[in-house]
């Protein structure tokens, strides 16, 4: 699947220090940047200069502002309450929020309030260099850091939100529809208008404790054919989704989730420690009611749970060609959740060159085939290490996955594989209680260059290894390896190495 490329400009971190116009890029009216200094500024004043500053957020709430138009607060300074600002951008001339001057990030503060920062019926708007909390005490309604909200608007496109540090954000456990919560969040809203969102670019941000999710998409527009009893009375899908580079850690819930995704891409993230404060069950990065979903090179790490799932990724239910390649999971309290519910079909999730280092069985296996009406599922080149489980594969659903070319190590004195319906071919086993069926199967040492070894390096293969060139052709496979060596047409490696062995 090929991702679709956003094109989005940030605004230069220094301004000129006087009334000054954005730049014209499209041949319409100039934008204004207007200056805010939490300090020192003054709200009596015109704001188009270091020195006319405003002083409050409440100020910048009052003013409507256009396409091109800049806000900048000043470094060094905190800002308190929540930024709600009116008006719109576009594509070529978004607004912009930014920061000017020297110092620390200018830091926005809410206390226990709804979000910090509050889009609310606007479209074409760019947030980056900001300091962003929402403290408090509560713990039963949802708080977001950045929450854009969408009610009977009709598609809003152009959001990008780029090195920003959100962090300390209260409220509950949410990943309700229509009432979520979390670090970065958008919600689609309402019920006379088809709403949904488009051209959404969240990158290089740092989320930390947050009590729901650190980045994720939600609607109550979601009714479709995959999912008959959705909320709503239509399916708006969210399109041009890109969540790339973002590092999130210390969070309540789930790491990312898309819902109503088309095509979303979602790549080389960092999630260490999620699931914390869990209420229900929860998974790093996963996608709800969504198509096409890209999940690759993310690493993913500390999913606790609980007596709740924490697994590193889910496909869940109403999904279609899920993706989930090149991942690196270790230390969750499972691998991969593959499961949806009554009513809500999923097919064609493809699961691919992922590794796996010390996922736990806490819900019952490191990976897990659990419910009815998943299809067409793939699950090859992946390698598993998981020498505490003792469950390392569990199947009950009634599909028929095909199985190839893994590495499965599991316990000393081994792990339990429970599956009567799997197709597993070509797959090598080491430290497995009772090999399932597998025509071309390996068991013995794979002779990893260094299993065990913090980071995905250490699974790589050493010369001799018996999983060299045993693997199967599966139609359909991808071009490159976890770490980016070609995959042969024919006798591919094992497991997610694909390279020659190692001295």
Known sequence: MTAVTLAVALVCPALAATGTAAADDDGGRPGTTYYVDCAAGDDSRAGTGTTTAWRTLGKVNSVTFRPGDVISLRKGTT???TLVPQGSGTASRPVKVTAYGSGARPRIVAADARAAVHLRNVEGWEISGLDISNPGTNVTDPRTGIYVELTDYGKGTHYAFRDNYVHDIAGCDCTNPGQPGGGIVFNATGSRKLTSFDDLHVADNVVRKVSGIGIGTSSLWARRAAYPAGPGTAYGPHTRIRIEGNRLSELGGDGINITNGQHAMIQKN???????KATIDHAGIWSWNSDYTTVQHN?????????????AFDVD?????????????????????ICSVEGLPSDRPTIRYNISRNDKDVNGGVMILACTQQTNIAIYGNTVHAPQADTLWWNVSPDKPLVSNNVFVGKPG??????????????????????????????????FVNAGAPGPDGYKLKAGSPALGAGVAVPGDADRDFFGNRVPAARPNMGAYQGPGLR
Do not use: W
């Open 414 to 447: 081994g792990s339990a594989v429970k599956d009567t319906t799997s197709t597993f071919r070509g797959n090598l086993y080491q430290n497995v209680a009772k090999v399932p069926a597998d025509p071309k199967a390996v068991v013995g040492d794979p002779r």
């Open 299 to 311: 690493t993913i790490g500390g999913g606790n749970g609980g007596k709740f799932g924490a697994f």
């Open 270 to 276: 960092t999630v260490e420690g999620f699931a914390l």
């Open 317 to 337: 239910g109403a999904n279609t060609g899920t993706l989930y390649q090149y991942n690196y999971s270790h230390d969750n309290s499972g691998l991969m959740l």
């Open 79 to 81: 800002c308190t309450g």
